[in-house]
C-alpha cells in the first residue's frame, strides 16, 4: 500500500520560514515527480511546485523565489523550503508522486498558517 506521510506544517508569522518533507512508501514503481499542492479556504488547490526525476523544477509565479522543492530520490523524499511566508500562503499542502506508470498519490495534507 502506497503511503505519503507529510510533516512540518504549522502556525508561523509574516516573514517566517517552514519547511514540508514528505515521505511516500510502498511505491512499486519507479516515481516520476514529486512535488506540492496546496488548497485554501474556498479555493482549488492548486500546483505550489514539483520535482522531476532529473531535478527540473516547476513553480507557481505566486512562489517563485520564495520556495524551493528538492529531492532525496534514494530516501523517495521530497522537500519544500518556504521561506519570507505570506498570509497569502496559508492553506493545507497535499503532497504529490506520480509513478512511471503515471499512476499518482496524495499525502493526507498538513495546514499551513501564516499570521500578519
Known amino acids: 500500500q502506497v503511503q505519503l506521510v507529510e510533516s512540518g506544517g504549522g502556525l508561523v508569522q509574516a516573514g517566517g520560514s517552514l519547511r514540508l518533507s514528505c515521505v511516500v512508501s510502498?511505491?512499486?514503481?519507479?516515481?516520476?515527480?514529486m512535488g506540492w499542492y496546496r488548497q485554501a479556504p474556498g479555493k482549488q488547490r492548486e500546483l505550489v511546485a514539483d520535482?522531476?526525476?532529473?531535478?527540473?523544477?516547476t513553480y507557481a509565479d505566486s512562489v517563485k523565489g520564495r520556495f524551493t522543492i528538492s529531492r532525496d530520490i534514494a530516501k523517495n523524499t521530497v522537500y519544500l523550503q518556504m521561506n519570507s511566508l505570506k498570509p497569502e500562503d496559508t492553506a493545507v499542502y497535499y503532497c504529490?508522486?506520480?509513478?512511471?506508470?503515471?499512476?499518482?498519490?496524495w499525502g493526507q495534507g498538513t495546514q499551513v498558517t501564516v499570521s500578519s
Open positions: 504529490n508522486c506520480v509513478q512511471y506508470n503515471s499512476q499518482q498519490y
Open positions: 510502498g511505491i512499486r514503481f519507479g516515481i516520476n515527480r
Open positions: 520535482i522531476a526525476g532529473g531535478g527540473t523544477t
